[in-house]
């Protein structure tokens, strides 16, 4: 076995406390605990489901991160959206939720039905129009999100249909 590369305590920041650096507000100076009782339904809705805030720029002063969960209620489907400029990563908590989306890759669009369990992963480009569904019609499907945005950007849509992709400048 090789010798480690670093002493413990050093390696991973060892320039946190030798450099002084710009004032930090408080609430990026510190970790932060977001209770399973503390998250915040004051966020973006989409129809058929409730969004639940933990991790947001206005909660705990993050940047690039926004991250929470989604409850679909039973014989239940979402509206059609999409989350902008958002990667949204989903991990499938409880119940078997359906993520739909439209494939245009091939001759004529063709609707994709993902059926999931816990501890799925799905991965949502940005601007893919999706809904989510529930079709157990006794349980609650329950997922965690995080999205690439610090808050949750959902444009709801009137169908599920391709969109083109924005050019970048």
Known sequence: ????????????????????????????????????????????????????????????????????QTHVAPSTSSSDHHHGESETAIYVVSGHPEFVFLDDSGESPEEVRLRTSPGDYVFVPPYVPHREENPDPADEAVVVIARSTQEAIVVNLPGLYALPVPEED
Do not use: C, N, Y
């Open 1 to 68: 076995m090789s010798e480690p590369l670093t002493a413990p305590g050093e390696g991973f920041h060892p320039h946190l406390h030798d450099t002084p650096g710009p004032s930090v507000t408080p609430l990026r100076s510190r970790l932060h605990h977001i209770r399973a009782d503390a998250l915040d339904g004051d966020t973006a809705q989409t129809g058929g489901m409730r969004r639940f805030a933990a991790v947001s720029g206005r909660a705990v002063g993050s940047e690039k991160l926004w991250m929470g």
